[in-house]
C-alpha cells in the first residue's frame, strides 16, 4: 500500500538574524533592542519580533484548523470526499483522500473500519490486488464477520471475501498479575479459516536484555495456551519488567498474524508472589479459566492494540473521581497539618508534601 508523507515546513534563517548575539543587562522583556517596557512582551510581540518562526507556526496553526474541519461534527470529510471520489470512478483521488482520512487524529475505531473497507475497493478497482488485500486484513482483524457497506462494487466485494476466508486473526489479552519465580501462563485465540497455522511463538525477555528467547505455544481446541518461566526475585529488588509477544507462523516460517512484535512488545510487571507457591490442581484449574475466557466484539479494538491496557476504574465511578478525591484528601490532610505547625506531611501514596 502506498504511504505518502506529509512534507516537513523549513523555517530558514534571515541573514541578518543568523549568529546575531543577544545582549545582556537590558530591560526586562527587551532582548532584542528596543526601548524597555513595563511589561512582558506578549506571545503575538513575541512571534513579530521572531519572524522567522512564523512559516513553521503559520503551518502548525494550518494542519490543526485542517484536521478540526476535517472532523466537523463528528464527521470525516476526508472519508465522505474519498467515498464520492470512488462513486464518480476517481480512484487515485480517492485513495489520497482516504489515506489523509486515516492520518487524522483521535480516529474513532468504527471510523477506522469504514476508511479500509473503502480504501481497499479504491485500490481494487486500480488492480492494486496486494494493496487491497493488506488494507481489508486490517480490516478484517479489527471487525471480523462485517460486510462491506452499500455502495462498493460487486467484484472488490467478491475480493472483500476471499480475503476474509484467508484471513488469519490472533487475539490475546495481557494476564492481570505476574509473579517472579512462577510460570507466567499465556492464552491466545486464534481465527485460522483455511488452516495455515503451524505454530504460536511466544518471545519474551527481561526488560532491558538483549535479545528474546522463544517459547512454543501449545494448541488446546482453539486455544494457544505458552508458560513463559519468570525468574526469582534476587537482592533487594521488589519487581521487575518482561517484555514479550505472539506470532502465529505458517509452515514455511511466515509469520500470518501477531500480537506486539520485538520493537514494541507487550510489558508487564512481575512481582514478589502473595502466598504460596501454586499447587498443580490449582495451576490446571487457573488455565482451564484462562482457556474459558472469551474476548466478545466490544474488546476486539482493545485486543488488537496488541496487548496495551488501562487501570480498571472502581465499579460504580469513573476513574476520574478517585484520582481527584486522592488529590482533595492529600491537600486536606497538608491543610490541617499546616495549620497545626507541623512543618511537613508524612509519606503516602502520593509522595511527600513538604513546606516552605
Given at each position: 500500500m502506498r504511504?505518502?508523507?506529509i ?9 541578518s ?6 545582549e545582556?543587562g537590558?530591560?526586562?522583556g527587551d532582548?532584542f ?9 506578549t ?5 513579530v519580533m521572531?519572524?522567522?518562526l ?5 503551518a502548525?496553526?494550518?494542519a490543526s484548523i485542517?484536521a478540526?474541519?476535517a472532523?466537523?461534527q ?7 470526499e474519498?467515498k464520492?471520489?470512488y462513486a464518480?470512478?476517481r ?11 486515516l492520518r487524522?487524529p ?8 469504514e ?6 475497493a ?6 492494486h490486488?496486494e ?10 482483524r479489527l ?5 462491506l457497506p452499500?455502495?462498493?462494487s460487486?467484484a472488490?466485494v467478491a ?9 488469519v486473526v490472533?487475539e490475546?489479552?495481557t494476564?492481570p498479575?505476574?509473579?517472579?519465580g ?5 492464552f ?7 488452516g495455515?497455522v ?6 519474551w ?6 535479545t528474546y528467547a522463544?517459547v512454543?505455544?501449545?494448541?488446546e481446541?482453539?486455544?494457544w495456551v ?16 518482561v517484555?514479550y509477544?505472539?506470532?502465529?507462523v ?12 520485538a ?10 508472589p502473595?502466598?504460596?507457591p501454586?499447587t ?5 484449574g487457573?488455565?482451564a479459566l ?6 466478545d ?9 496488541r496487548?496495551?491496557r488501562?487501570?480498571?476504574?472502581r465499579a460504580g465511578?469513573p476513574?476520574w ?16 497539618l499546616?495549620?497545626s505547625?507541623r512543618p511537613s506531611?508524612?509519606?503516602t501514596?502520593l ?6
Open positions: 504511504r505518502s508523507r512534507p516537513s515546513v523549513a523555517s530558514p534563517t534571515p541573514p538574524w543568523a549568529g546575531a548575539p543577544i545582556r537590558r530591560a526586562r532582548r533592542g528596543g526601548a524597555p517596557h513595563s511589561r512582558d512582551r506571545p503575538q510581540e513575541q512571534l521572531r519572524p522567522h512564523l512559516p513553521a507556526v503559520a502548525a496553526l494550518a485542517l478540526h474541519a472532523t466537523a463528528g464527521r470525516n470529510l476526508y472519508l465522505e474519498g464520492r471520489r464518480q470512478g480512484f487515485e483521488q480517492a485513495i489520497e483522500e482516504l489515506e489523509q482520512a487524522l483521535g480516529l474513532p475505531p468504527e471510523q477506522r473500519v476508511i479500509l473497507a473503502w480504501l481497499g479504491a485500490h481494487h478497482a486500480l488492480g490486488e494493496e487491497a488485500r493488506e488494507v481489508w486484513e486490517q480490516r478484517v471487525a471480523p464477520d462485517l460486510p452499500g455502495g462498493i460487486e472488490a475480493a472483500y471475501k476471499e480475503v476474509e476466508a484467508s484471513t490472533l490475546h489479552l494476564p498479575a505476574a509473579f517472579a512462577r510460570p507466567l501462563q499465556l491466545a485465540s486464534l481465527q485460522d479459516p483455511k495455515r503451524a505454530e504460536v511463538l511466544v518471545y525477555r527481561r526488560a532491558g536484555a538483549p522463544v512454543p505455544g501449545r494448541r481446541g482453539d486455544t505458552a508458560e513463559i518461566p519468570l525468574p526469582p526475585l534476587a537482592g533487594r529488588v521488589d519487581h521487575y519488567e517484555e509477544y505472539l506470532e502465529a505458517s509452515k514455511d516460517g511466515e509469520i500470518l498474524d501477531a500480537a506486539g512484535s520493537e514494541r512488545p507487550i510489558r508487564i510487571t512481575a512481582v514478589a502473595a502466598g504460596p501454586v498443580a490442581s490449582e495451576e490446571s487457573v488455565e484462562g482457556a474459558a475466557v472469551a474476548v466484539a466490544g474488546e476486539r479494538e482493545a485486543v488488537r492494540t496487548g496495551r488501562s487501570p480498571e476504574p465511578l476513574p473521581v478517585w484520582v481527584v478525591g486522592g488529590v482533595l484528601v492529600v491537600g486536606a490532610t497538608a491543610g490541617i499546616y495549620a505547625g506531611v508524612p509519606s501514596s509522595g511527600v508534601v513538604t513546606y516552605p
